[in-house]
C-alpha cells in the first residue's frame, strides 16, 4: 500500500507540475503576470465559446466509438439491431449524453460517485452488471454542490476513476476520501495536527488578503474540504489552478467529459436568491452565464484582473492564479450565508469567531460568508438584456453562493441548454427531501417550474408531475424516463433532451445518511458507493434484466425520433415501463394538459382539467418565485383549488421560530379561496431551523425537555445493531460467489428497512465490502460536536468555531 500510495503522489504532483497548474505565486496568492496588449477576456453568451465547440468536436469523435460499443452490448439481445447501422453511419447522427450529478453532502459525494462507476467501463463488474462505457460516451459531466466534491475530485485528480480510488482507499493512510476523520478534527485526538492544518489554511487566506485580493469564509471553506480530494498535493492543492485543466493530456485528448460546476450571483445587500438569480457556469474555459442579467463568459484563467467590458484596465497585465480549484469548490458549495441568516445568536457567535480567526480586519464585513469576485470580471460589459437589473455588471464585486440555493439542487440547467445539443440528460438524485432522507422529485420541479419565468425564458425542460404525484406514484423509488416523446413538448421553447432520472434507493446499504454526517469509515464509503451502483443499474439488473437495453433507447431515442428510424419492438416496452405516462394523483390533478404564454416579463400557464372549462394555474413575474431552499426545507407552496376561482382572496401568514421562541421567518402567502381553504386544505411548508423543526409545537416542547438539541429521526432508515446476532448482513468476496448477500432470515431481526432489498447475485468488486454497523440516523449539531470529541474550551487557538459551523452548514448541503 505505501509504494503504491507513494507512487500515485508523484504521478499527480508531476501532472500538476508539469502543466503549470500553481498560481504564479506558488500559493493561495493570485499574481500579476504579462498578458497580450489588445486582450479581451469577456464574449457574449450568444453560443458556445470557440475553445469549447472545437473540444467537443474532438470529444464527439471519442464518444461515437464508445456509444457504439456500448450501445452493441446494451441491444445485444433485440430482436432487430438495425437502428445502430443507421445512427452511426454518419457523425452527426450520433447521440450527445451528459451527466447531472446533484447535491447533497458526502451523501452526494459517494452516491453520485457510485452512479458514475455504473457507467464506466475501468469499474470491476460494470460491464458485466452495470452501464460500463456509457461514461466514456459521455459528452458533459455538470455537477452542483456535494456533487462538486465527486467531480472536482475526479477531474483534478488527472480523471481518475472511482475504481482507482476505492482500490487505495483506507483509514487513516491519507488516501483520497480518507475522511475517518473529519475537516473538523482532521488530526483526530491529535490536537497539534489539526491546529496546524487550521493555522496553513489561516496562512493561505492571509497570502491572499495581503495580494490584495478580498476573502471570506467561502475560501476558508474550500481549502479545509480539499485536503481529502487532493491529498498529495502540498497542503491539498494550495495552489493548484482550475484552467490547468486545459493543459491536461486527458482533456486536450478528449478522454474525459466537459466539466461544470454552478455557483449562483447574489445581488449585493441581500440575503436570497431565487429563480432570477444568475447561475454561473464554471467550466475549464469559461467563467459566466447565460442568464438575461450578465450574458457574458469571462476567461477563467484570468478572473482576478481589472477590466472594463473585458478588457484589463492596464493593457498587457493581467492576473494569474485567482481560479485556485479550492476556491471553486468553495463557491461551488458555499452556503455559509444561509447558516448566518437563520438568525440564531447561538450560530451567529460562531461565525463571529470564525471570522475574526481567518479574515481579521474583513470579520466585520458584510460579504464575508459569501465567494467574492473582486474585481468583477463582468464590470462595465454590455451584453445584458435590455430592462435586465444592471447590478452585476456595475458593481465593483460579484458574490456567489452554492449553485442549490434555489432549489435546483440537480444541475439541469447547463446540459438542456440548446446549445449543447444533448439528447439525453442522466439525472443523479442525492437530495433529501421526504422525512427519511430519500429524493422526492423537488429539485426536477423546481427546474421545471423555472423554464416558465422570466429567467428561464430561453430554456426548456420536460413535462413532471407535481411533488404529491411524483412521490405517491413512487416515480422517487426508481429509475424514471421523462420527455419520452418529442412531439409531446413542441409547444416548449425547443425539444429539450429525454432526461433518465436516477434516485437514491437503499439496495445493501441505507445509503438515507443525515448530511450532517462528516466522517466515515472505508468501510461505510464503500457501502455508499455500493448502493449507488446498484441504484444506477436497478440492484446490478436484478430486478429488471432488460434494463440494459432500456437505457441503450433512452441515449438512442431523440437521434430516432429526427431521423424517422424504426422503433425496436424491445424499445417500446421499456418505455412502456419507465416513461412517465402522464398520470398524476388527484392533488395534482388541475396540470394534466399544461399551455404557456411568454411576455412583458411574465409567463402565464394554464391547464384544461376538463372540455368543458379551464384553470387558470398561475401568472409568475420575478416577484412571486420562491427565494430560499434547503434540502431541509421549501418555501410555502400554494396548491390550486379544485374550483375554478382565479383571484387570490386568501392569505394566510406563517411564522417559524426555534425553541427558544425567537422568530426565524416570517412568510404571508396568497391563495385562491374555495371550499377547501375552510378546511385549511391548502398545503404547505414550513422553513425549518437548523436546530429545531418548528411545523409542530410539540417538537419544541420535547426539545426543551430533553435540553439538547433535537435530533432527526430518519424513518425508514436502517439501525444497525453492533450485535451479530440482530445483523446478519454480509458480503462475499470473489466473482463467482452465487450468493453475494445474506440477511438474516427472520423478519424481526432484520436491521435493512423495506426500503433496502438485497441484490441475489454477484456484487461487482467495487461493491465488495461488509456493511456492519454503522451511523445511519441523522444527528444534530450538537451531536457532532459531542461525536468529534471537542473540548468545553473556544479560544483562538482551538477550532471549536469551526466544528459548529462546518456542522451546521453540512446539514444543508
Excluded at 498560481?23 to 469577456?42: G, R
Excluded at 497539534?192 to 467561502?218: C, D, H, V, Y
Amino acid at each position: 500500500m505505501y509504494l503504491k500510495t507513494l507512487f500515485y503522489s508523484t504521478a499527480l504532483l508531476a501532472v500538476a507540475q508539469t502543466a503549470n497548474a500553481w498560481s504564479p505565486t506558488n500559493s493561495y496568492a493570485p499574481a500579476t503576470v504579462d498578458c497580450a496588449e489588445d486582450l479581451n477576456i469577456i464574449r457574449a453568451a450568444d453560443g458556445l465559446s470557440e475553445a469549447e465547440s472545437n473540444w467537443v468536436a474532438k470529444r464527439d469523435a471519442v464518444t461515437q466509438d464508445a456509444l457504439k460499443k456500448f450501445l452493441t452490448r446494451a441491444t445485444s439481445n433485440f430482436s432487430d439491431k438495425s437502428i445502430l447501422d443507421s445512427l452511426f453511419a454518419e457523425s452527426s447522427n450520433v447521440p450527445r449524453v451528459a451527466i447531472a450529478a446533484s447535491g447533497g453532502g458526502y451523501r452526494a459525494t459517494f452516491g453520485d460517485a457510485g452512479m458514475v462507476a455504473a457507467m464506466d467501463d475501468r469499474t470491476d463488474g460494470a460491464n458485466e452488471h452495470g452501464l460500463g462505457g456509457l461514461l466514456q460516451g459521455t459528452t458533459y459531466l455538470a455537477a452542483i454542490s456535494g456533487g462538486s466534491w465527486f467531480t472536482s475530485t475526479v477531474v483534478f485528480n488527472n480523471w481518475t476513476s472511482v475504481q482507482d480510488i476505492i482500490n487505495q482507499m483506507g483509514d487513516g493512510d491519507g488516501s483520497i476520501w480518507d475522511i475517518e476523520q473529519s475537516a473538523l478534527t482532521p488530526g483526530g485526538s491529535d490536537t497539534a495536527f489539526t491546529n496546524q492544518r487550521f493555522e496553513n489554511i489561516s496562512s493561505a487566506i492571509g497570502e491572499k488578503s495581503s495580494a490584495g485580493f478580498p476573502t471570506s469564509l467561502a475560501d476558508v471553506w474550500g481549502l479545509a474540504f480539499s485536503y481529502y480530494f487532493f491529498p498529495s498535493l502540498p497542503e491539498g492543492g494550495v495552489g493548484y489552478t482550475w484552467s490547468t485543466i486545459q493543459e491536461t493530456d486527458v482533456f486536450t485528448n478528449a478522454e474525459m467529459p466537459y466539466l461544470i460546476q454552478l455557483g449562483k450571483a447574489q445581488l449585493p445587500g441581500t440575503v436570497a436568491v431565487d429563480f432570477n438569480s444568475p447561475t454561473i457556469e464554471v467550466t475549464p474555459y469559461d467563467f459566466g452565464s447565460w442568464e438575461s442579467s450578465i450574458k457574458s463568459f469571462a476567461d477563467i484563467k484570468y478572473l482576478g484582473t481589472e477590466v472594463s467590458n473585458g478588457s484589463p484596465v492596464t493593457p498587457g497585465k493581467c492576473v494569474e492564479g485567482y481560479d485556485n480549484v479550492n476556491f471553486m469548490i468553495g463557491t461551488c458549495t458555499n452556503l455559509i450565508e444561509y447558516v448566518e441568516q437563520a438568525n440564531s445568536a447561538y450560530y451567529n457567535a460562531i461565525i463571529d469567531q470564525l471570522a475574526t480567526l481567518f479574515l481579521g480586519n474583513s470579520s466585520t464585513s458584510a460579504d464575508r460568508t459569501l465567494a467574492i469576485y473582486s474585481p468583477n470580471p463582468f464590470k462595465d460589459t454590455t451584453n445584458y438584456d435590455s430592462g435586465a437589473d444592471t447590478t452585476f455588471v456595475t458593481d465593483d464585486t460579484l458574490r456567489l453562493v452554492d449553485g442549490g440555493i434555489d432549489g435546483q439542487v440537480i444541475p439541469f440547467i447547463p446540459v438542456m441548454k440548446k446549445e449543447r445539443e444533448v439528447d439525453v440528460v442522466f439525472a443523479l438524485d442525492q437530495t433529501a427531501d421526504t422525512p427519511d432522507l430519500f429524493p422526492n422529485g423537488d429539485s426536477v420541479q423546481y427546474t421545471y417550474e423555472r423554464q416558465f419565468t422570466e429567467a428561464g425564458k430561453y430554456d426548456a425542460f420536460p413535462y413532471v408531475p407535481g411533488i404529491d404525484s411524483f412521490v405517491e406514484l413512487g416515480l422517487n423509488k426508481k429509475p424514471v424516463f421523462f420527455g419520452c416523446d418529442a412531439s409531446n413538448l413542441t409547444d416548449l421553447a425547443y425539444v429539450p433532451p429525454l432526461m433518465v432520472y436516477l434516485p437514491n434507493v437503499a439496495h445493501s446499504f441505507a445509503s438515507n445518511i443525515s448530511t450532517l454526517q462528516l466522517s466515515f469509515t472505508a468501510e461505510e464509503r464503500l457501502s455508499l458507493i455500493r448502493n449507488g451502483f446498484e441504484s444506477a443499474t436497478r440492484g446490478n439488473f436484478t430486478e429488471d434484466p432488460d434494463f440494459l437495453g432500456c437505457v441503450g433507447c433512452a441515449v438512442m431515442r431523440r437521434k430516432q425520433e429526427k431521423l424517422g428510424l424504426d422503433w425496436p419492438e424491445e424499445c417500446q416496452q421499456c418505455f412502456t415501463n419507465y416513461c412517465w405516462d402522464g398520470s398524476i394523483t388527484a392533488e395534482d390533478k388541475n396540470t394534466t394538459s399544461l399551455s404557456s404564454v411568454v411576455g412583458n416579463g411574465t409567463t402565464t400557464t394554464t391547464t384544461t382539467d376538463a372540455p368543458d372549462y379551464t384553470t387558470l394555474l398561475t401568472t409568475i413575474d420575478s416577484g412571486d418565485m420562491s427565494t430560499i431552499h434547503f434540502e431541509t426545507s421549501t418555501t410555502i407552496t400554494c396548491h390550486e383549488c379544485e374550483e375554478n376561482d382565479v383571484q387570490p382572496t386568501a392569505t394566510f401568514t406563517t411564522t417559524t421560530e426555534d425553541c427558544d421562541s425567537n422568530t426565524l421567518a416570517t412568510t404571508t402567502v396568497e391563495c385562491e379561496e374555495c371550499e377547501e381553504n375552510a378546511n385549511n386544505q391548502h398545503k404547505y411548508t414550513t422553513i425549518s431551523s437548523m436546530t429545531t423543526t418548528t411545523e409542530y409545537c410539540e417538537e419544541c416542547e420535547e426539545a426543551r425537555e430533553t435540553s439538547v438539541v433535537s435530533t432527526v429521526n430518519t424513518a425508514g432508515a436502517a439501525e444497525y445493531s453492533n450485535s451479530p446476532s440482530n445483523n446478519e448482513f454480509t458480503t462475499q468476496s470473489g466473482e463467482g460467489s452465487s450468493n453475494a448477500s445474506k440477511i438474516s432470515a427472520n423478519p424481526s431481526e432484520q436491521s435493512v428497512s423495506t426500503y433496502a432489498q438485497v441484490s441475489s447475485v454477484t456484487i461487482p468488486k467495487l461493491a465488495q465490502a461488509s456493511s456492519g454497523s454503522g451511523s445511519q440516523s441523522g444527528s444534530s449539531a450538537y451531536s457532532v460536536l459531542v461525536n468529534e470529541n471537542m473540548a468545553n474550551k473556544m479560544t483562538t487557538g482551538s477550532i471549536v468555531g469551526a466544528v459548529l459551523l462546518v456542522g451546521s452548514l453540512l446539514s444543508l448541503l
